[in-house]
């Protein structure tokens, strides 16, 4: 089993940046492609961004050239105990919501292009709110 936690949500005004941090641990499942996603009040789940074993990111067209995802470990059979970050820069009150770090057992080729469809990905943090004031 797969643990993700995630941290560093909070609140800032319009044009701050925020770091977003996901802890993963635990041997389980090999987990392929990493990801944020995020839900604002009353709007369904969105795709942020993703991740995969050598690195390659993508990124929804609504944070592109604001937000990037890094992380500090290689992909691989039982990984554990490693962190997945998202950098926000130049936040606008949109960018309101919750976030969630998720993990997937298939390679980011496999789950496509955004949207992100919430189901490829079999294991979820509990989530970390970001609140941006205008």
């Known amino acids: 089993q797969v643990h993700l936690v995630e941290s560093g949500g909070g609140a800032v005004p319009a044009g701050g940046s925020l770091t977003l941090s996901c802890e993963a641990s635990?041997?389980?499942?090999?987990?392929?492609?990493m990801a944020w996603f995020r839900q604002a009040p009353g709007k369904g789940r969105e795709g942020v961004a993703t991740i995969d074993g050598d690195g390659t990111t993508t990124y929804a067209d609504s944070v592109k050239g604001r937000f990037t995802i890094s992380q500090d470990f290689t992909l691989s059979r039982n990984n554990a105990n490693n962190t997945m970050r998202l950098q926000m820069n130049n936040l606008k009150p949109e960018d309101t919501a919750m976030y969630y770090c998720?993990?997937?057992?298939?390679?980011?080729?496999?789950?496509?292009?955004?949207?992100?469809?919430?189901?490829?990905?079999?294991?979820w943090g509990q989530g970390t709110q970001v609140t941006v004031s205008s």
């Open positions: 998720a993990a997937a057992t298939i390679f980011c080729s496999v789950v496509g292009v955004f949207p992100l469809q919430g189901t490829d990905f079999k294991y």
């Open positions: 635990g041997y389980a499942d090999s987990i392929y492609c």
